[in-house]
């Protein structure tokens, strides 16, 4: 049983660098999501595919913030330049569309730490 | 603007008793509901869901609640045991469940043995 799948679980760089984070969803999955969460606020959605189609970005989402999903499989999120506000977890998640429920399949998140 | 409230950031209840965990929207386009299990260093996990065209749905001990005139959701758990201490979030979708989910920040339960 393949959920969904992040890597890596635990990033530590230094402001200024660039950090990509990679995410492959469950494979029948469509959609796939980019959420962040930060201490004692709930995910905050970020961007979301379906297939290699990004349908929407969220105004949180600044330029230095990328995401791709080249194939309709697998996505990174790339942060360029990065600041200490992006310290965060980033999650994905995948669904079916049009499923009828609203339902995300999240992965255990990558943790990004700027010093 | 947040769209989705958890106005209660933590709850203690003793090992048996019930937890009720409470939620509000704002945006009445919202027409699915879903709460989502949170423990430290996992992602989000789905625990119980709800349409907008209901007004109760229950799953063994999780049962949640839909006041769509007031924009209140609850989830009850009962009885509540030591292993439901987690973060839950609530969450909405609109257009058929079809949007990004929009959370809440989360309430933590911590059930007292």
């Known amino acids: 049983d393949t959920g969904v799948s992040q890597d890596p679980r635990h990033k530590i760089t230094k402001r200024g660098q660039n950090v990509t984070f990679r995410c492959d969803p469950i494979?029948?999955?469509?959609?796939l999501y980019w959420y962040r969460q930060t201490l004692g606020q709930g995910p905050e959605f970020l961007t979301y595919?379906?297939?290699?189609?990004?349908?929407?970005k969220s105004r949180l989402l600044s330029d230095r913030f990328s995401a791709e999903r080249p194939k309709g499989s697998f996505s990174t999120l790339e942060i360029q330049r990065t600041e200490q506000g992006d310290s965060a977890m980033y999650l994905c998640?995948?669904?079916?569309?049009?499923?009828?429920?609203?339902?995300?399949?999240f992965g255990e998140g990558s943790r990004l730490t700027v010093l | 603007d947040q769209q989705v409230k958890q106005n209660s950031p933590s709850l203690s209840v003793q090992e048996g008793r019930i937890s009720i965990l409470n939620c509000d929207y704002t945006?009445?386009?919202?027409?699915?509901f879903l709460w989502y299990k949170k423990y430290p260093a996992e992602g989000p996990t789905f625990l119980i869901s709800?349409?907008?065209?209901?007004d109760k749905n229950e799953d063994g001990r999780f049962t949640v609640f839909l006041n769509k005139s007031a924009k209140h959701l609850s989830l009850h758990i009962v009885p509540s045991q030591p292993g439901d201490s987690a973060v839950y979030f609530c969450?909405?979708?609109?257009?058929?469940?079809?949007?990004?989910?929009?959370f809440g920040k989360g309430t933590r339960l911590s059930v007292i043995a």
């Open positions: 998640a995948s669904s079916l569309a049009y499923s009828g429920t609203g339902e995300l399949f």
């Open positions: 494979s029948e999955h469509n959609r």
């Open positions: 595919f379906q297939n290699e189609a990004q349908l929407e």
């Open positions: 945006n009445s386009m919202f027409d699915y």
């Open positions: 709800i349409s907008s065209i209901k």
């Open positions: 969450a909405a979708s609109g257009g058929a469940g079809n949007t990004p989910l929009v």
